[in-house]
Protein backbone atom coordinates (compact mmCIF):
# COMPACT_ATOMS: atom_id res chain seq x y z
CA UNK A 1 0.00 0.00 0.00
CA UNK A 2 1.68 3.35 -1.17
CA UNK A 3 2.42 5.41 2.12
CA UNK A 4 4.10 8.88 2.08
CA UNK A 5 7.00 9.43 4.36
CA UNK A 6 4.95 10.35 7.05
CA UNK A 7 2.85 7.34 7.33
CA UNK A 8 -0.09 8.95 5.59
CA UNK A 9 -1.76 6.99 2.86
CA UNK A 10 -2.83 8.17 -0.48
CA UNK A 11 -5.74 8.85 -2.13
CA UNK A 12 -5.67 5.45 -4.38
CA UNK A 13 -5.03 3.48 -1.57
CA UNK A 14 -7.92 4.86 0.40
CA UNK A 15 -10.40 4.39 -2.11
CA UNK A 16 -9.34 0.88 -2.66
CA UNK A 17 -9.99 -0.02 1.17
CA UNK A 18 -13.47 1.75 0.84
CA UNK A 19 -14.20 -0.38 -2.48
CA UNK A 20 -12.84 -3.79 -0.51
CA UNK A 21 -14.87 -2.79 2.93
CA UNK A 22 -18.11 -1.71 0.69
CA UNK A 23 -17.91 -5.37 -0.99
CA UNK A 24 -17.64 -7.71 1.90
CA UNK A 25 -20.66 -4.94 3.57
CA UNK A 26 -22.75 -5.63 1.00
CA UNK A 27 -22.07 -9.30 0.54
CA UNK A 28 -22.84 -9.85 4.26
CA UNK A 29 -19.59 -10.94 5.08
CA UNK A 30 -18.93 -8.54 7.87
CA UNK A 31 -20.97 -8.77 10.81
CA UNK A 32 -22.13 -5.70 13.56
CA UNK A 33 -22.37 -3.80 10.38
CA UNK A 34 -26.27 -2.12 9.16
CA UNK A 35 -26.32 0.51 6.49
CA UNK A 36 -27.98 4.23 6.49
CA UNK A 37 -28.14 7.01 4.88
CA UNK A 38 -25.98 10.49 5.52
CA UNK A 39 -28.74 13.30 6.08
CA UNK A 40 -26.59 15.49 7.93
CA UNK A 41 -22.98 17.03 7.89
CA UNK A 42 -22.07 17.98 11.35
CA UNK A 43 -18.50 18.42 11.02
CA UNK A 44 -15.23 17.51 13.01
CA UNK A 45 -15.33 14.21 12.08
CA UNK A 46 -18.73 13.58 12.54
CA UNK A 47 -22.49 12.75 10.28
CA UNK A 48 -25.73 12.07 11.42
CA UNK A 49 -27.07 9.13 9.29
CA UNK A 50 -30.45 7.48 9.38
CA UNK A 51 -30.80 4.29 10.13
CA UNK A 52 -33.83 1.91 9.57
CA UNK A 53 -36.26 0.82 12.63
CA UNK A 54 -39.43 -0.71 13.26
CA UNK A 55 -41.24 2.88 13.79
CA UNK A 56 -39.24 4.52 10.48
CA UNK A 57 -36.01 6.02 9.73
CA UNK A 58 -34.25 6.73 12.99
CA UNK A 59 -30.91 9.49 13.07
CA UNK A 60 -27.60 8.27 15.33
CA UNK A 61 -24.42 10.57 15.27
CA UNK A 62 -21.50 8.62 13.53
CA UNK A 63 -17.83 9.20 13.40
CA UNK A 64 -16.04 9.48 10.01
CA UNK A 65 -12.58 7.31 10.71
CA UNK A 66 -9.49 9.06 9.43
CA UNK A 67 -9.35 6.54 6.30
CA UNK A 68 -12.04 7.74 4.72
CA UNK A 69 -12.23 11.27 5.60
CA UNK A 70 -10.29 12.63 2.51
CA UNK A 71 -12.93 13.77 0.30
CA UNK A 72 -11.32 13.29 -2.97
CA UNK A 73 -10.78 9.88 -2.11
CA UNK A 74 -14.05 9.00 -0.76
CA UNK A 75 -16.24 11.30 -1.18
CA UNK A 76 -19.13 11.74 1.44
CA UNK A 77 -22.75 13.89 1.15
CA UNK A 78 -26.04 13.87 2.21
CA UNK A 79 -27.15 11.49 -0.30
CA UNK A 80 -24.49 8.56 0.30
CA UNK A 81 -25.38 5.19 1.67
CA UNK A 82 -22.94 4.05 4.64
CA UNK A 83 -21.97 0.80 6.30
CA UNK A 84 -21.47 1.68 9.83
CA UNK A 85 -20.29 -0.64 12.29
CA UNK A 86 -23.01 -1.15 15.31
CA UNK A 87 -22.29 -4.55 16.80
CA UNK A 88 -23.69 -7.65 17.16
CA UNK A 89 -26.25 -7.15 19.57
CA UNK A 90 -27.30 -3.50 18.42
CA UNK A 91 -31.26 -2.54 18.41
CA UNK A 92 -32.34 -0.16 16.27
CA UNK A 93 -35.62 0.51 18.16
CA UNK A 94 -33.77 1.10 21.46
CA UNK A 95 -32.84 4.44 22.20
CA UNK A 96 -29.70 5.40 21.42
CA UNK A 97 -27.43 6.65 24.67
CA UNK A 98 -24.90 9.36 24.46
CA UNK A 99 -22.22 7.06 25.58
CA UNK A 100 -22.68 4.80 22.35
CA UNK A 101 -19.69 5.71 19.60
CA UNK A 102 -20.91 4.44 15.97
CA UNK A 103 -18.06 3.99 13.13
CA UNK A 104 -18.57 4.25 9.22
CA UNK A 105 -16.66 1.29 7.81
CA UNK A 106 -17.54 2.05 4.08
CA UNK A 107 -19.24 4.21 1.79
CA UNK A 108 -21.33 2.85 -0.71
CA UNK A 109 -21.92 3.75 -4.35
CA UNK A 110 -25.60 4.33 -5.82
CA UNK A 111 -25.11 0.99 -7.58
CA UNK A 112 -24.83 -1.08 -4.47
CA UNK A 113 -27.03 1.07 -2.94
CA UNK A 114 -29.53 -0.05 -5.71
CA UNK A 115 -28.98 -3.74 -5.30
CA UNK A 116 -29.19 -3.33 -1.52
CA UNK A 117 -32.85 -2.13 -2.41
CA UNK A 118 -33.75 -4.73 -5.17
CA UNK A 119 -32.35 -7.66 -2.63
CA UNK A 120 -34.99 -5.95 0.13
CA UNK A 121 -31.59 -5.10 2.51
CA UNK A 122 -32.63 -1.71 3.08
CA UNK A 123 -35.76 0.37 2.77
CA UNK A 124 -36.23 2.39 -0.51
CA UNK A 125 -36.26 5.99 1.09
CA UNK A 126 -32.23 5.04 1.78
CA UNK A 127 -31.18 4.45 -1.96
CA UNK A 128 -33.78 7.46 -3.63
CA UNK A 129 -32.02 10.10 -4.71
CA UNK A 130 -34.00 13.34 -6.04
CA UNK A 131 -33.97 13.45 -9.77
CA UNK A 132 -33.37 17.00 -11.07
CA UNK A 133 -36.00 17.02 -14.05
CA UNK A 134 -38.23 15.75 -11.40
CA UNK A 135 -37.70 18.24 -8.54
CA UNK A 136 -37.65 21.55 -10.88
CA UNK A 137 -40.65 20.28 -12.29
CA UNK A 138 -42.36 20.30 -8.47
CA UNK A 139 -40.71 23.85 -8.22
CA UNK A 140 -41.99 25.59 -11.21
CA UNK A 141 -45.53 23.76 -10.71
CA UNK A 142 -46.71 27.43 -8.81
CA UNK A 143 -44.30 29.99 -10.73
CA UNK A 144 -44.77 30.96 -14.45
CA UNK A 145 -43.44 29.77 -17.41
CA UNK A 146 -41.86 31.44 -20.42
CA UNK A 147 -41.95 30.22 -24.06
CA UNK A 148 -39.32 30.96 -26.22
CA UNK A 149 -39.90 28.70 -29.10
CA UNK A 150 -41.31 31.45 -31.47
CA UNK A 151 -39.24 34.01 -30.88
CA UNK A 152 -36.34 30.96 -31.51
CA UNK A 153 -37.93 30.20 -34.73
CA UNK A 154 -37.82 33.53 -36.15
CA UNK A 155 -34.38 34.16 -35.12
CA UNK A 156 -32.82 31.00 -36.52
CA UNK A 157 -34.59 31.69 -39.63
CA UNK A 158 -32.90 35.42 -39.84
CA UNK A 159 -29.55 34.51 -38.08
CA UNK A 160 -27.94 31.60 -37.63
CA UNK A 161 -26.74 32.29 -34.26
CA UNK A 162 -28.89 31.30 -31.36
CA UNK A 163 -29.77 33.84 -29.38
CA UNK A 164 -30.88 33.84 -25.86
CA UNK A 165 -33.73 35.75 -24.79
CA UNK A 166 -33.34 38.97 -22.72
CA UNK A 167 -34.93 40.65 -20.05
CA UNK A 168 -35.68 44.11 -20.32
CA UNK A 169 -36.50 46.23 -17.51
CA UNK A 170 -38.14 48.73 -19.44
CA UNK A 171 -40.35 46.26 -20.77
CA UNK A 172 -41.13 45.01 -17.30
CA UNK A 173 -41.72 48.62 -16.34
CA UNK A 174 -44.22 49.29 -19.17
CA UNK A 175 -46.38 46.04 -18.41
CA UNK A 176 -46.79 46.41 -14.98
CA UNK A 177 -48.38 50.37 -15.52
CA UNK A 178 -50.27 49.07 -17.93
CA UNK A 179 -54.19 48.91 -16.64
CA UNK A 180 -55.26 45.38 -16.57
CA UNK A 181 -59.20 44.65 -17.21
CA UNK A 182 -59.84 42.08 -14.56
CA UNK A 183 -62.75 40.82 -16.59
CA UNK A 184 -60.76 39.83 -19.45
CA UNK A 185 -59.00 37.44 -16.88
Known amino acids: MPRSKKGRISGSARKVINERRAADAVSGKTEGVIFARITKIVGAGHVKAAIDSKHGPKEILVRIPNLLGRRGATPL ?32 TQKQAYSLQKEGSIPPWMAQEIDAPKATEEAGAGGFEFDYSEKAGEEDSSDSEEKVPTFSRKVARDAADAEIDVDDI
Not at 81 to 99: A, H, T, W
Open 77 to 108: NTSSVVSIYVGKEFNPDEPVGSSDHFDITAIL
